[in-house]
T-cell receptor
Framework: EAQVTQNPRYLITVTGKKLTVTCSQNMNHEYMSWYRQDPGLGLRQIYY???????DKGDVPEGYKVSRKEKRNFPLILESPSPNQTSLYFC?????????????FGPGTRLTVL | RKEVEQDPGPFNVPEGATVAFNCTYSNSASQSFFWYRQDCRKEPKLLMS???SGNEDGRFTAQLNRASQYISLLIRDSKLSDSATYLCVVNQRTFYGNNRLAFGKGNQVVVIP
């Protein structure tokens, strides 16, 4: 089954404790990205990757890191989480970043930073 | 002006009725347009792309008006299962030549029995 998976789905952590949210897709997609969704703000892109070893900042990259060492995986790293990073996070992938490509979203990771 | 603007609603719609809403976008160079559906606390899923000539998929009709820079979604014969948030998504080129997606905050639709 074609899908995007994220782990963990739910996480409660404390300020400053490094964490990684994994994202994996089995569709051989080139383009992957991370979004956060907050009430009243909608979906905002954090980072994206056009292919292996190619990443770039989105609209709200501060406090996050990413890596793309393999085509299928695109982990999101919070080196020192803070309460303002409490949010719902979605990973997404598409075959290409082209105009008409459907974005496939993972199920989401709900992160709470205390 | 925000890149993509939507009236969040909620739009309370009696079952069987028709509901329509618009989304405006600020970048006149935008290339592609989409409607995504998002159920509460779930991931967004593509509902339909929006083509220049307008397109229909069952009870759903999407229209694009480039001159006025808005897209619309119309849902006919609303079902209870149509209750969701409908996200307007616009694809546009960045200064560096990459494509990026801009999301609206969504139109919340509540279909009432």
């Amino acid at each position: 089954e074609a899908q995007v998976t994220q782990n963990p789905r739910y996480l409660i952590t404390v300020t400053g404790k490094k964490l990684t949210v994994t994202c994996s897709q089995n569709m051989n997609h080139e383009y992957m990205s991370w979004y956060r969704q907050d009430p009243g703000l909608g979906l905002r892109q954090i980072y994206y990757s056009m292919n292996v070893e190619v990443t770039d900042k989105g609209d709200v990259p501060e406090g996050y890191k990413v890596s793309r060492k393999e085509k299928r995986n695109f982990p999101l790293i919070l080196e020192s989480p803070s309460p303002n990073q409490t949010s719902l996070y979605f990973c997404a992938s598409s075959f290409y970043q082209g105009n008409t490509d459907t974005q496939y979203f993972g199920p989401g990771t709900r992160l709470t930073v205390l | 002006r925000k890149e993509v603007e939507q009236d969040p609603g909620p739009f309370n719609v009696p079952e069987g009725a028709t509901v329509a809403f618009n989304c405006t976008y600020s970048n006149s160079a935008s290339q592609s347009f989409f409607w995504y559906r998002q159920d509460c606390r779930k991931e967004p899923k593509l509902l339909m792309s929006v083509y220049s000539s307008g397109n229909e998929d069952g009870r759903f009709t999407a229209q694009l008006n480039r001159a006025s820079q808005y897209i619309s979604l119309l849902i006919r014969d609303s079902k209870l299962s149509d209750s969701a948030t409908y996200l307007c998504v616009v694809n546009q080129r960045t200064f560096y030549g990459n494509n990026r997606l801009a999301f609206g905050k969504g139109n919340q639709v509540v279909v009432i029995p």
